[in-house]
């Protein structure tokens, strides 16, 4: 994200926050929670749900995607590596950034990103195949999002990047999400507690599965996905 220019905006974001980290942790709060985002999604239908609450938002601190205001640590670091390896003087530039939480369990989805545009997407098409996702055209478990990494890599190389998200998949629990963040936001001195303890083990058992099936679909997915980059390089794709 540019922080020197205004952030985009999400007030349907500011509509569902209450309801997507609930102050109360009650059953009947949870329940009227609950309520209210099945009535979002109801009026709104389901995609529109998806991106007022994971494309990000930059006015409720604590809330879910919440993207700061200013550059993180990690952000600064990537900058630092980027320039110490001069990445902006390269002919060409294949990004691989992995995640792990969407989409079908130890799948490794290749997605791209809004800021590539379509031109993006068909160089990584041309590269790793069909399998590549886009959310503009509706393949990928993923909504248009604001800040991704993508946004770096499109300023400083533009056409001689091809990004790529490899997201593997994990469990369907939104609560996870949710518990974390109410535990940070609204019992900080909680969180080394039991309690406090069991919401962030369940957090990284959710987005790190530690089973080894997932594990090796995991490493198979990485080393084809590797083996397509390098030949991609090789080809001058």
Excluded at 8 to 24: F, G, I, R
Excluded at 55 to 80: C, D, H, K, N, V
Excluded at 156 to 185: C, M, Q
Excluded at 188 to 216: C, M
Aim: aromatic content about 10%; hydrophobic content about 30%; overall charge negative.
């Amino acid at each position: 994200m540019d922080f020197s220019k205004p952030v985009p905006s999400n007030p349907e974001y500011e509509e569902l926050d209450e309801y997507l980290v609930p102050a109360d942790r009650t059953e009947e709060a949870i329940r009227r929670a609950q309520a209210a985002i099945a009535e979002y999604r109801k009026l709104h239908g389901e995609q529109a749900f998806r991106s007022a609450r994971s494309r990000g938002q930059y006015t409720r601190p604590g809330g879910l995607f919440y993207g700061g205001s200013e550059p993180t640590e990690a952000r600064r670091t990537l900058e630092q590596i980027a320039a110490d390896l001069d990445v902006a003087a390269r002919d060409g530039v294949i990004i691989i950034d992995y995640h792990t939480g969407l989409g079908p369990y130890g799948y490794g989805e290749l997605q791209c990103e809004q800021p590539s545009g379509l031109k993006g997407y068909e160089r990584a098409a041309t590269i790793f195949g069909p399998s590549v996702t886009l959310p503009d055209l509706g393949t990928s478990s993923s909504v248009n999002l604001h800040g991704t990494q993508d946004e770096y890599w499109q300023r400083i190389l533009g056409d001689r990047h091809t990004y790529v998200a490899l997201e593997y998949g994990t469990y369907t629990n939104p609560k996870i999400l949710s518990d974390e963040h109410w535990l940070f936001r609204y019992r900080p001195e909680a969180v080394d507690s039991e309690l406090g303890r069991q919401i962030r083990s369940a957090t990284k058992r959710h987005f790190y599965p530690q089973k080894s099936d997932w594990n090796e679909m995991v490493l198979w997915r990485a080393h084809l996905v590797h083996r397509q980059a390098l030949e991609g390089l090789r080809s001058g794709g």
